[in-house]
């Protein structure tokens, strides 16, 4: 028989191993060993037999980032550039399959449903087919170009959404796109038009020039552009604010309310975290209504411990839609659970690992499990 040994896919070093190492350690548990997503991506490395593996994400790894798109994008490759999101999908889903696929692995995760996550036309549809009520989607297939985009959003009567890369996360690439009379057009983006390429930016910007504006979406569409209605948001404090809700083992644990003068409210581009208690108040006895929405869309991905979901609240707090599910959407530093939940004051790792799902250890009858390095090394 074989040990049960916790060996986290992720990037060493980096906040997400490091959080979770020292959650591990509070709970009283061996220090997981990292399995660097660059040596998965290469597919050399080895695992202990028994390896209980909780995948995470391979955001802000340069070398994993390299990888991965760095054979599309060439001479042009830079760790701001937008372009590459289908490479960077392919290589994920198939270092993931391959993973599991290895004898005596265990996922804490299906690849399947992380590569379903990981495409918002797939997502959204999944969560329509389950009667989850999310923003209503572009009829047809995705728009090749700007001309083809508004001939079809005159006949979809759609003046007013969002432009979402279908394999994007963080915000990447994302267009908030209004169309006025007479013409006028507006996009607000975080993206750089650069000669060399599209490229993230910290600030957010307005494109009002229908050229610009007709170029951006141009560049963009060969990522694949999921195109979905732009619901208003309810606001707290004068801007405009949504909710990350993490569901841990089907159960809302933890919430963060990002609020922003811009449509995106991501905190890298500016967003900022919101009062939960004026959130709550404002919801009323509808709060627990919201929560459900968010678990309503976890249950869509049940082989997933943990799901997070963005929360798009309307009609001043009283309903929601689900704008995105995240497989790696626990990064909420200093963030502790819900106090009626299932996590009260726990952060969003320590809320995980006790869950079910981490419930493990040795088999009856062996001892500790052995030691592993720190780092697992490519084999």
Not at 222 to 239: I, M, N, T, Y
Not at 328 to 350: C, E, I, K, R
Request: charged share 20%; aromatic share 4%.
């Amino acid at each position: 028989m074989t040990s049960h040994q916790l060996v986290v896919l992720g990037s060493p070093g980096h906040r997400r191993t490091t959080l979770f190492a020292a959650a591990a350690r509070a709970a009283g548990r061996p220090e997981p060993a990292v399995l660097p997503w660059s040596a998965v991506l290469r597919g050399r490395y080895g695992l202990p037999p028994g390896a209980v593996v909780r995948i995470d994400s391979p955001g802000e790894d340069p070398e994993a980032d390299r990888l991965l798109r760095g054979p599309v994008l060439g001479a042009g490759y830079a760790p701001t550039r937008v372009e590459g999101g289908p490479a960077w999908y392919a290589g994920v889903t198939a270092a993931l399959r391959a993973l599991a696929e290895r004898p005596g692995v265990r996922l804490l995760g299906d690849p399947e449903e992380i590569a379903v996550m990981f495409d918002k036309r797939r997502a959204h549809a999944r969560l329509a087919a389950a009667g989850v009520p999310v923003p209503p989607a572009l009829p047809g297939g995705l728009p090749g170009s700007w001309r083809e985009l508004r001939e079809r959003l005159a006949d979809a009567g759609m003046r007013r959404v969002f432009l979402k890369p279908v394999h994007g996360s963080s915000a990447s690439g994302v267009v908030a796109l209004e169309l006025g009379p007479h013409g006028r057009v507006q996009a607000t983006t975080s993206v750089e038009l650069a000669p060399d390429g599209l490229h993230n930016s910290l600030a957010v910007r307005r494109y009002r020039s229908a050229a610009e504006v007709a170029e951006l979406v141009d560049r963009l569409a060969p990522e694949g552009l999921h195109v979905e209605r732009w619901v208003p948001k309810s606001a707290q404090g004068g801007r405009a604010a949504d909710l990350r809700v993490l569901v841990v083992g089907g159960r809302a644990t933890h919430v963060v309310v990002r609020t922003s003068r811009h449509p995106m409210t991501n905190l890298h581009l500016g967003g900022a975290r919101g009062e939960p208690a004026a959130v709550r108040a404002a919801a009323g006895e509808r709060w627990p209504e919201l929560l459900a929405t968010a678990e309503a869309a976890a249950r869509c991905f049940p082989r997933s411990p943990m799901v997070g979901v963005d929360l798009l609240p309307h009609a001043r707090w009283r309903r929601a839609l689900v704008g995105e599910v995240n497989a790696f959407g626990d990064l909420l530093p200093n963030l502790p659970g819900l106090p009626d939940g299932p996590a009260p004051g726990l952060d969003t790792y320590a809320a995980q690992l006790a869950s079910p799902a981490y419930a493990f250890g040795p088999p009856a009858g062996e001892g500790e499990p052995a030691v592993l390095p720190r780092i697992l090394e490519a084999r």
